[in-house]
């Protein structure tokens, strides 16, 4: 076999073998996905309703997507009254963030009434997807 043919082999495998590492990455990017297995966290420090689903969304003000998770959470808590909405602004609150494994913002996170985590998503939520998320909370 060539050299050249060699080297092509070998960047097409590379190629093939990162792509296939970007899809399963991008693919839970920004997904909701259930949490219910995880460990019970602490989140006393958060400010979580006791009555109802919390949506806890932690943003910074050099953010720029983060107000549009605003818009869309407001939207949400508007429609569903018994969700309660905290926004934790990331430079003044390094630990909670830590705690929680905040890695990018927007991060969203939805919190039962017993304080469990039950959702998280990075970026912009859907206000649908929240919706469909908080509504098997409030029954």
């Known amino acids: 076999m060539s ?5 092509a082999t070998a960047i097409i495998a590379a190629l093939a073998t990162a792509g296939a ?21 602490d989140t006393s420090d958060l400010g979580l309703s006791e009555t109802g689903p919390t949506v806890v969304h932690f ?6 997507p983060c107000a549009s998770v605003r818009r869309v959470i407001d939207q949400v808590c508007a429609a569903l009254p018994d969700v309660s909405h905290v926004e934790i602004d990331i430079d003044d609150h390094p630990a909670a963030a830590k705690r929680l494994g905040v890695l990018s ?22 206000a649908a997807d929240l919706r469909a998320v908080l509504q098997p909370l409030l029954a």
């Open 59 to 64: 943003s910074a003000d050099w953010c720029g």
């Open 3 to 7: 050299t050249l043919a060699i080297a």
């Open 105 to 126: 913002l927007p991060t969203t996170f939805v919190f039962d009434a017993d304080g469990r985590q039950r959702y998280r998503t990075a970026g912009v939520p859907k």
């Open 21 to 41: 590492i970007g899809a399963v990455l991008n693919r839970r990017s920004g997904v909701f996905r259930e949490a219910d297995g995880e460990p019970a966290q």
